[in-house]
């Protein structure tokens, strides 16, 4: 059990800085002067809040089922049959397919560094978004089977 106390209030430390580093990149954001630094604070801004919101879903789950071997059960208990969810998450495959499609296309069309690493940026959040649908769709596969 301790060791999950540990985990929780590593969490919950973590928690903290990702809210301060909301705090500080949204006052460094309205310092900068140019746009595009503007957008690559407010990414990161985006990205923490993001990061915040995720541990704090991750403490909730912990609270109602502690150890890690039972999460994915739990989740889908409160959600619906896995071989739908399954086929929703085939749904959001395409459709980041999609997406990264279009910024391969878009990165091909400038030579602008900034507007470049933006882009750049962009496609491999979906990258992500891709491995994360991946992950989603194994468990919905070992649920079914």
Do not use: Y
């Not at 590593?10 to 800085?17: A, C, N, S, T, V």
């Not at 889908?76 to 997406?99: A, N, Y």
């Not at 279009?102 to 091909?108: T, V």
Request: with cysteine; net charge negative; charged share 35%.
């Amino acid at each position: 059990m301790e060791l999950h106390e540990d985990l929780v209030r590593l969490i919950e430390e973590q928690i903290g800085i990702e809210k301060e580093s909301v705090a500080m990149f949204a006052e460094t954001e309205q310092r900068v002067g140019t746009g595009i630094a503007k957008l690559l604070l407010r990414e990161m801004r985006m990205d923490s809040q993001e990061h915040a919101s995720i541990l704090e879903e991750v403490l909730e789950t912990l609270k109602v089922h502690p150890s890690p071997n039972s999460s994915w059960q739990h989740g889908f208990d409160r959600f619906i049959d896995p071989l739908v969810v399954k086929r929703e998450i085939e749904k959001h495959k395409d459709l980041t397919k999609s997406m990264q499609a279009h910024l391969a296309r878009e990165m091909s069309k400038t030579k602008d560094e900034t507007i470049l690493a933006l882009l750049t940026h962009l496609a491999q959040d979906e990258r992500r978004h891709n491995e994360i649908l991946d992950t989603i769709a194994k468990n919905c596969d070992r649920m079914i089977r």
